[in-house]
């Protein structure tokens, strides 16, 4: 701690990206992408703060969740005052899988919108943990549909995501909506 003090951050995260793209026919493309992460602090001293776990949804990771919704979570307290009541906190992961097909097809080529349909799964897990029981394959999976441009502005993506392992409540009210969109720019 001499050389960084000790407030420093300091953990050990190794990664694994694979991507696959291939022509199809008459200007389809085949995409796809897996990622692997695994994440564990330096030392007892220096465990992993949340901020740099891993928390999956969204249009980056498994489009038709909402954004860092799959994540391990925890009984917690939501208020400083010893007599609140409990709630799920996510946690964050400190390993994570996700895997993303694509079928990118032209659309509208000369203003630059492409079409995609796509399929997903991935998961965060909690540390001792390898699968989860709540969800088929220890996966959450979805599929959709969406429209890529190509702006002046840079690129923009508008994503409708259906979650097919939709979550529920301890009320048996759904957490997830039956189709989600997303959109991001960049």
């Known amino acids: 701690n001499l050389l960084f003090g000790d407030e420093v951050n300091l953990f050990r995260r190794y990664a694994l990206d694979l991507r696959f793209y ?6 389809i493309v085949f ?6 992460g695994f994440i564990e602090g330096w ?4 465990p ?7 928390f999956v949804g969204g249009i980056n990771t498994v489009r038709g ?3 860092y919704s799959i994540s391990p979570t925890l009984q917690a307290g939501n208020s400083t005052y010893l007599d609140s009541p409990l709630s799920e906190t996510r946690v964050g992961g400190n390993k994570q899988a996700i895997l993303n097909l694509e079928l990118e097809l ?3 080529e000369s203003a630059g919108i492409k079409a995609v349909v796509f399929a997903d799964a991935g998961n965060a897990f909690a540390e001792g943990q390898w699968s989860d029981p709540e969800v088929s394959l220890s996966l959450y ?3 959709g549909f969406g429209l890529r441009w190509q702006s002046p502005v840079g690129p923009l993506r508008f994503e409708w995501g259906i979650p097919l392992d939709r979550r529920k409540d301890a009320d048996g009210d759904f957490i997830d909506k039956p189709l989600d969109f997303q959109f991001t720019i960049g």
């Not at 030392?43 to 220096?46: K, L, N, R, S, T």
């Not at 992993?48 to 891993?54: A, D, F, L, M, T």
């Open 22 to 27: 291939h022509p199809v026919i008459a200007g």
């Open 31 to 36: 995409r796809s992408k897996l990622s692997l």
């Open 43 to 46: 030392d007892a001293d220096h």
């Open 48 to 54: 992993v703060s949340i901020s740099e776990r891993y």
């Open 65 to 67: 969740y909402a954004m």
């Open 106 to 108: 032209p659309f509208f």
């Open 141 to 143: 999976k979805s599929v």
